[in-house]
């Protein structure tokens, strides 16, 4: 077999899972899922932000984290990320007003994203949930522990920051190269966004499954979601920017509109990976299953012959 029948071999079959994962997806009604999972994320984003800008003031300076806060949310919502950062900032200013049943409500409904994300990840993994399910104490804190990791990761990142900003004014000499360490703080602000947002889609792709999966898969589908992601979100950058006139058409409403479109498109990427590394999962049992009957027969036929 020569070269090109391995490369046409190869595409064939990777068309072919491909199209298996597809109809998977579609038929698990993916897009509702995603648009479930974007509506609650939607619901979570503002009060998780207000709750982690509550919680982490009492160790970084407010503006350093609104700053923060910004750049990320312009990761999830290209484009109209300054306008959800002005209301959490005018929410900052009347915090005190809140009690502690706002507070509360405010956690409940930070953690219903992971929640409904969970829950997609069943239909994904379907066959398996039918056998088990998980823990119920279990799913109520698995949000939760999502919510105390992205503050730990916040809080790294402006202790990080801020020892680049002190070297920002000083040059670093290195095998007689002097580097000019101005305007790093930007860069190492976007590199730790996407190492982060990696990190968390693996984790995604390895908690919330009923399934046992492997590390490599998980981490393969996480960089591949991030990669499909700035790619996409640059498309939805330029698209918001030069072509759309979403802001004629649905005026005060066009940044709701925006948000719900980007965070659903996100969503069916991250789902998409999840149907990948279900039908990755189910090829061995389907190898095995579809080898049993002819190996059954190849001993039938041999008992056969010497009877």
């Known amino acids: 077999m020569n070269k090109r029948q391995n490369i046409y071999l190869m595409l064939n079959r990777f068309c072919g899972f491909m199209l298996r994962v597809v109809r998977k997806f579609s038929s698990n009604q993916g897009l509702l899922l995603s648009g ?10 503002v009060p998780l932000s207000i709750i982690a800008l509550i919680v982490l003031t009492n160790f970084i300076e407010e503006q350093q984290l609104i700053n923060i806060l910004s750049t990320y949310l312009e990761m999830v919502i290209p484009g109209y990320a300054q306008t959800l950062t002005e209301q959490v900032r005018e929410f900052l200013v009347h915090r005190k007003a809140v009690g502690v049943i706002g507070f509360v409500g405010m956690l409940f409904f930070s953690s219903t994203a992971f929640s409904m994300l969970e829950n997609a990840m069943s239909v994904i993994f379907l066959q398996e949930v039918r056998i088990k399910r998980r823990n119920f104490i279990i799913s109520t804190i698995i949000p939760y522990c999502y919510i105390l990791l992205m ?3 916040i809080l790294m990142v402006s202790y990080v920051l801020g020892a680049i900003e002190t070297l ?16 790093a703080t930007g860069l190492t602000l976007y590199i730790l966004g996407i190492v982060g947002e990696v990190l968390m889609l693996t984790s995604i792709y390895l908690v919330m499954p009923l399934v046992r999966v492997s590390f490599r898969r998980a981490l393969i589908g996480g960089i591949t979601a991030s990669v499909l992601w700035e790619i996409t979100r640059r498309v939805l950058i330029w698209y918001y920017a030069v072509v759309s006139d979403v802001n004629v058409i649905y005026g ?9 479109l980007s965070i659903e498109v996100v969503a069916v990427i991250v789902l998409l990976g999840a149907q990948v590394i279900a039908e990755l ?5 389907k190898t095995a299953s579809s080898d049993l009957p002819k190996h059954i ?7 056969t012959a010497e009877k």
Do not use: F, Q
């Open 36 to 45: 479930a999972v974007a509506y609650y994320t939607l619901l979570s984003i």
């Open 151 to 153: 503050g730990l990761g």
């Open 168 to 183: 920002e004014s000083r040059h670093l000499t290195i095998l007689g190269w002097s580097l000019n360490l101005g305007g």
């Open 252 to 260: 005060s409403i066009a940044i709701t509109v925006v948000a719900l």
């Open 281 to 285: 999962e189910c090829e061995p049992e």
């Open 297 to 303: 027969g190849l001993e039938w036929t041999t008992r």
